[in-house]
Nanobody, 124 residues
Framework: VQLQASGGGLVQAGGSLRLSCAASGRTFSSYYMGWFRQAPGKEREFVATISWSGGSTYYSDSVKGRFTISRDNAKNTVYLQMNSLKPEDTAVYYC??????????????????WGQGTLVTVSS
């Protein structure tokens, strides 16, 4: 599967952005999809993941209650709605995919397929 992330940009603290990740291929619905982020000088960190149907979602504690992951299997697209953004959310955001029978967890090394990343900058 090939992934293409978009939607990043510059936003003030407290604002919102919605990231999109478009996937190629006819088997999109068989993949768990995740969002990760990497700030300068820091390791890539887990943000959220969503099951094949969208019925199960998982979030890092740092974004829980502010971010929402969703997917539209008819459009082969996964989204990350980010509200109440903080300067510490500034990072390059990546979407990722993995075929898994259960929740793949928060380790980025579990995911074999990655998009190119989209930069989110939150100003204070």
């Amino acid at each position: 599967v090939q992934l293409q992330a978009s939607g990043g940009g510059l936003v003030q603290a407290g604002g919102s952005l919605r990231l999109s990740c478009a996937a190629s291929g006819r088997t999109f619905s068989s993949y768990y999809m995740g969002w990760f982020r990497q700030a300068p000088g820091k390791e890539r960190e887990f943000v959220a993941t969503i099951s094949w149907s969208g019925g199960s979602t998982y979030y890092s504690d740092s974004v829980k209650g502010r971010f929402t992951i969703s997917r539209d299997n008819a459009k082969n697209t996964v989204y990350l709605q980010m509200n109440s953004l903080k300067p510490e959310d500034t990072a390059v955001y990546y979407c990722a995919a993995v075929r898994s029978y259960g929740p793949p967890g928060s380790n980025w090394r579990t995911y074999p397929y990655w998009g190119q990343g989209t930069l989110v900058t939150v100003s204070s």
